[in-house]
């Protein structure tokens, strides 16, 4: 599920609100009591050091699954100190505001997955996934791990921002789009592209972009793009038409990966297909316009092997633009526990 939202703190009230709402968010996808309140636990305690370390921030939550059991996430991103020391900061007991100091003691403790970035001076981000049930045993191995944020224009009811993934084997495809604008107009063109994309998954980058043309026409149109991850043969096949932004990055660097110039919706004539060197460690970063393109991999030192979607969402708060919707998906080459 793709579901976001993003709760503002910037005062103390803000942590009874974002604990009710995760509270609500847990009991509608069937958490028994007790793990729901462990889900309003950690929303509490997130917002809670959002308005006493970060200087206020955001907490952006998402309803997720995996088969047939639901979950909750969190992550509480502010651009506030950053931490000296984290591992003495997850100790309970520990305090630097002269309260009870259970607060990411306790998360981490309540998480069934949990990941913390916080240099010092660059902010705090932290990341905390809480599944209903235990998840069952023997569940099928996927060869990529995909995390995403999408969140809509401040003042905005819906995002004109989608993603989708596909995953079959050693072969997956990756989308995101960007419908023109924000809104529903926005959001309709962009929730067409991912339905059409579905229809046929067997089909290369180029042939799917080349089907949204035709498919969005009668839409206001969207910037798209599509990669195709071959793992065996070390190659990212890439097609986009517009200004949705795709790296490969590397240790030794990164490299952008090239869209044509139209608008899917406008019958575009030609759609190109590229193609990357993808080795097993790189990742692979797309984003829609609603985050700038200038950011540098080396300014994010240690960032890179944290989960996917922790890194998506570093991104999106350091580079997010304000007049748009936002979208950045992060993909790895690895399987962490869910």
Not at 23 to 45: N, P, Q
Not at 66 to 77: H, Q, T
Not at 169 to 189: N, Q, T
């Amino acid at each position: 599920m793709k579901d976001l939202a993003c709760i503002a703190v910037g005062e103390a009230t803000a942590a009874a609100a974002a604990k009710r709402f995760a509270l609500v968010t847990a009991r509608d996808l069937g958490f028994a009591d007790a793990s729901a309140g462990g889900v309003g636990i950690v929303a509490m305690e997130l917002a809670t050091n959002l308005y006493r370390h970060g200087g206020g921030g955001e907490l952006l939550v998402r309803s997720v699954s995996c088969g047939d059991v639901p979950g909750v996430e969190l992550i509480a991103l502010d651009q506030g100190p950053g931490m000296h020391d984290p591992a003495t900061a997850l100790r309970d007991g520990f305090s630097t505001a002269g309260g009870l100091g259970t607060g990411l003691g306790a998360v981490q403790r309540l998480s069934s997955r949990f990941d913390l970035y916080a240099p010092p001076g660059r902010g705090t981000a932290v990341f905390s996934r809480i599944w209903a049930r235990p998840l069952a045993a023997g569940l099928p191995r996927r060869r990529f791990t995909v995390g995403a944020v999408s969140v809509a224009l401040r003042g905005e009811s819906v995002c004109g921002d989608d993603w989708a993934v596909h995953q079959a084997g050693d072969r997956a495809l990756f989308m995101v789009v960007d419908g023109l604008g924000h809104g529903v107009g926005a959001a309709e063109a962009a929730k067409l592209a991912v339905g059409t994309f579905r229809t046929d998954l067997d089909e290369g980058p180029s042939s799917i972009v080349s089907r949204l043309d035709t498919a969005l026409v009668h839409t206001r149109g969207a910037a798209v793009a599509i990669g195709e991850a071959l793992p065996e043969q070390g190659l990212m096949n890439y097609s986009g038409l517009g200004n949705v932004c795709a790296r490969i990055i590397t240790a030794e660097g990164s490299t952008q990966l090239v869209s044509d110039d139209g608008i899917a919706g406008a019958a575009t004539k030609r759609v190109h297909l590229r193609s990357s060197p993808f080795a097993a460690e790189a990742l692979f970063v797309q984003h829609s316009d609603g985050v700038s393109a200038r950011w540098k991999p080396d300014d994010y030192v240690g960032l890179w092997g944290h989960h996917p979607v922790l890194i998506a969402a570093i991104l999106y708060r350091d580079d997010r633009r304000s007049r748009d919707d936002a979208t950045v998906m992060v993909v790895a080459q690895h399987e962490p526990r869910p």
